[in-house]
């Protein structure tokens, strides 16, 4: 039976064990400095939907929002998830935070000596990370605006439904108010029946 496995930054220093089939989610923080997330792992072990959909979902995730990834486990073996946030200012590609995983997918507790985790690519060496960085501004401002109007949409649509529930309250609450009004007339002494 497949699970889904939600793992973050605090989970960077234990390992993480999967079995094929499995859902691993990785929220990783929004950071204030324009920039983009790139993630590197073995992709004969583990699947990015996003990566081949061309985009990330975004959750709000307590106070902070976050990039959320979610990598299929694939087939048994083991490797490093890295995740370096690259600085996009300037054409830069500079990394501003970097987090690796150690990720083991069908492998025992007592196996893992027998599975060394394969290495990710630096950042600075991942090619498709400096290519990629300016058509990742572009495509993050267009997805910030197109996420702001989604927001807006649903924020009119969510107030609307809200005056509409509250209105309703208000006929409700008249309503029982005229029944209750209604009965203690009908119970006084020396009411008409």
């Known amino acids: 039976m497949s699970q ?7 989970d960077a220093k234990k390992p993480i064990s999967l079995e094929p089939g499995d859902t691993l989610e990785v ?13 590197d ?36 073996g083991s490797c490093i998830l890295r995740c370096a946030y690259l600085d996009l200012r300037n054409g830069g590609g500079r990394v501003l935070e970097d987090i690796n995983f150690t990720i083991y997918v069908g492998i025992k507790a007592s196996e893992r000596k027998k599975y060394p985790p394969k290495k990710a690519a630096p950042a600075s060496v991942a090619s498709r990370a400096s290519r990629q960085a300016s058509h990742d ?16 949409t649903e924020n009119r649509r969510l107030q609307e439904r809200l005056w509409d529930l509250t209105n309703k309250v208000v006929q409700l609450a008249e309503d029982y108010a005229a029944i209750v009004k209604g009965k203690a007339t ?7 029946r």
Not at 29 to 39: D, N, R
Not at 51 to 69: I, K, M, Y
Not at 137 to 148: E, I, K, M, N, Y
Request: net charge positive.
């Open 4 to 10: 889904t496995i939600r793992i973050g930054p605090q």
């Open 27 to 39: 929220a990783l923080p929004e950071k204030s400095v324009g920039g983009t997330w790139k993630v």
């Open 41 to 76: 792992f073995d992709r004969s072990l583990l699947w990015d939907e996003e990566e081949d959909a061309q985009q990330a979902r975004w959750v709000l995730g307590g106070a902070h929002q976050q990039t959320v990834r979610n990598l299929l486990a694939l087939a048994k």
């Open 137 to 152: 501004v572009s495509d993050a401002a267009h997805g910030s605006q197109s996420r702001l109007q989604h927001l807006e």
């Open 186 to 192: 009908r119970n006084r002494p020396g009411a008409r």
